[in-house]
């Protein structure tokens, strides 16, 4: 039986902000935005993905989640100096790029209600 992680709900205070973030600054694509009464979905997914993000309102319990709540989402990445540079350009405040044992490295950023992502190089044989 296969089990794909395809959508990951994002909590965030202000939904047009943070489409505006994710779409504007670090690059999602828009798959959907969807208004059906009070409810609301927008779906991001990051270039290359299998797998979106959701920010919703009025979305039951899903949408009553504290904004910011989520840390350590990460997206991974071929050259980590490269999309540092691409979301520093574009004034997303960016942690120290960290390297770890067998070339592995990370960098953390925030989105503007504070859900923690990461940056991920694995360099090829690790």
């Known amino acids: 039986m296969d089990m794909k992680l395809e959508v990951v709900p994002v909590p965030v205070s202000d939904i047009d902000r943070a489409k505006a973030f994710y779409v504007e600054k670090v690059g999602f694509n828009l798959d959907f935005d969807i208004q059906a009464g009070e409810m609301r979905l927008v779906q991001l997914t990051p270039p290359g993905s299998g797998c979106s993000v959701l920010l919703s309102k009025g979305n039951g319990e899903i949408s009553d989640m504290q904004a910011g709540l989520l840390k350590g989402l990460t997206l991974v990445v071929k050259d980590i100096r490269e999309a540092y540079n691409a979301l520093a350009n574009k004034g997303v405040a960016m942690g120290e790029i960290i390297e770890y044992d ?12 504070g859900n923690s992502w990461f940056f991920q190089e694995i360099p090829p044989g690790v």
């Open 102 to 113: 067998r070339g592995i490295k990370m960098v953390r950023f925030e989105d503007p209600d």
